[in-house]
């Protein structure tokens, strides 16, 4: 069994064998379109991260795949298959509920001081009811309001992209998630992400 | 039946450049004149000195193109100007311009956004169909694909521009603005790569803290080396966007457009993301990747054909206008 279930940007997504069990290797091969200094850094770096936080998000009470093995000479994580489908195909499917525990992943991710720093659609899976958190080679440490808001404008603006029409009742349920588990900073966290979405080039509503 | 040509005229004035263009139904520029503002070395765009610049080279401009085209005002079907994005003392020359003449010669009168412009004059020159766009200039620095009829963003800049981050960078070198064609060029000499911050977040990202580090060791290093650092980091940011767009949209063609398309060096790294994606990259020919009246008569022409136009007391101005505001008629 090899199957390459996903060529991302930054990482190809493999279902394959590992221990006699089915396990997915994401490995970050190189990218030419990148000077060799750049590109080694950045594969390093971002394998070690989401090892470690693929770790500490689980920890913190987000369901994320089990890690099995990391091999930093050739950049690849092994982890845990999880089947399932993702949050973007379900939207695809008209179904929106799930973003109410999207909301609750992130905000319990923020109260650990976890923020994930790729909250697409596509890198939320759920799995027999489960939501699972996947990619976290973007993450970060910190308890940061700005950092979190980022976040949570992220997924805004994925959502608003891929169901403009459905967008304003998605978006709603998502922060009813986020605020049943945000800390004290919840609401600053809200505001801030409105703060980031006008700082955007040619935004109005700051200066009319 | 053979529709009629129409034939538009279009005014740029959003920033630097005050240019006009002469454009058919056919997709034919007929003739394209500008004249660009250059402040001094090391200083950016001025705004009221920008304005200034353009009232004077405003009739001179716009009589070589009617000239070249053979036309007269009369001539024309409608006047198109850019009405935003822009800097407000040079947006308001382009349609004090377009004004008087549409209520002259009794034209209709177009406002159109000047990113569109550059995207769709982009669709037009390279001949992609449904691609999605890299904007990448001094005003702009998004990645945005068509849907239910109008451009949406994918992901884009947090804070500055690259335009701006190339300037700014340029200007503490004392650099004549805009800096790009010197920048690509101390940059091709360059060989040691200086680590530099890599910042994108999801689908964004954010230039500002790269160009504080790099203007922080300026004289600590070779100027080439400093500028192939500033460069390949943020083109490498653009790509692994662009990429993420093109995997996650699953479309097959990549458009560039903006000043900063002109660039050699980020077609080359594109070129390489097409590949990995399986896409074509497509890139505007170099004299219309940035400002120009085409763009504007071209988008102005599109909207007229859909019956879209203003009369000249309601030619508005708006400085801020983001691309994702505009309906887009003639893409589903």
């Known amino acids: 069994m090899e199957k390459l279930i996903k060529k991302g940007a930054e990482a190809e997504i493999w279902l394959r064998r590992w221990m006699g069990i089915p396990a997915i290797y994401k490995v970050r091969r190189s990218r030419k379109y990148m000077i060799p200094e750049l590109d080694k850094l950045l594969r390093r770096q971002r394998t070690i991260k989401e090892a470690k936080m693929l770790v500490e998000a689980r920890k913190s009470g987000v369901f994320t795949p089990t890690l099995y093995f990391v091999n930093l000479t050739d950049s690849t994580i092994i982890m845990e298959y999880v089947r399932g489908r993702s949050m973007r195909l379900l939207l695809k499917e008209g179904i929106d509920k799930p973003c109410f525990e999207l909301g609750r992943a992130l905000a319990t991710l923020h109260s650990k001081g976890i923020v994930h720093g790729d909250p697409t659609t596509s890198n939320f899976i759920l799995s027999d009811g489960k939501l699972y958190a996947i990619d976290f080679g973007l993450s970060l440490h910190s308890s940061d309001v700005e950092d979190k808001a980022v976040d949570i404008h992220l997924v805004k603006e994925i959502l608003s992209a891929d169901i403009p029409e459905r967008f304003e009742e998605a978006f709603k349920l998502l922060l009813e998630g986020y605020a049943s588990v945000a800390e004290r900073d919840g609401g600053d966290v809200i505001k801030r992400a409105k703060t980031i979405e006008l700082r955007g080039r040619y935004a109005r509503g700051q200066w009319g | ?332």
């Open chain 2, 1 to 332: 039946m053979q529709a009629r040509q129409i034939t538009v005229l279009g005014i740029e004035s959003t920033a630097h450049t005050f240019g006009a263009a002469i454009v058919t139904s056919e997709g034919r520029i007929v003739s394209d004149v500008k004249e660009v503002y250059r402040g001094a070395n090391g200083s950016g765009i001025h705004p009221a000195e920008a304005s200034q610049h353009h009232a004077k080279h405003a009739a001179r401009v716009l009589k070589e193109t009617l000239n070249k085209a053979g036309l007269s005002l009369g001539d024309v079907d409608a006047i198109s100007y850019s009405a935003g994005p822009g800097l407000g003392p040079c947006l308001r020359v382009g349609a004090v311009v377009a004004r008087s003449l549409s209520s002259y010669f009794s034209k209709p009168l177009v406002p159109v956004n000047h990113a569109v412009g550059h995207i769709e004059l982009g669709c037009l020159l390279s001949g992609a169909s449904d691609p999605v766009c890299l904007l990448v200039s001094g005003g702009h620095t998004a990645l945005l694909s068509s849907r239910k009829g109008r451009w949406r963003f994918f992901g884009e800049t947090l804070d500055i521009t690259v335009g701006q981050l190339f300037d700014q960078f340029g200007r503490a070198l004392n650099l004549p603005s805009p800096c790009g064609a010197e920048i690509e060029k101390l940059a091709h000499k360059g060989k040691k790569y200086v680590s530099l911050p890599f910042t994108v977040k999801g689908n964004d990202m954010s230039f500002s803290g790269l160009l504080t580090s790099a203007k922080r060791i300026i004289g600590r290093y070779d100027v080439e080396d400093l500028a192939y650092s500033l460069q390949e980091t943020s083109f490498s940011m653009l790509c692994e966007v662009t990429e993420r767009a093109l995997a996650f949209t699953e479309r097959k063609e990549l458009l560039v457009v903006g000043g900063v398309a002109a660039n050699r060096r980020l077609s080359e790294m594109l070129e390489e993301v097409c590949k990995r994606q399986e896409a074509t990259l497509f890139v505007p020919p170099a004299d219309f990747s940035g400002d120009c009246g085409s763009q504007i008569g071209w988008v102005g022409l599109r909207h007229f054909q859909h019956g879209f136009s203003v009369k000249p007391e309601d030619g508005f101005v708006k400085q801020r206008w983001r691309v994702d505001e505009v309906q887009i008629p003639w893409r589903s």
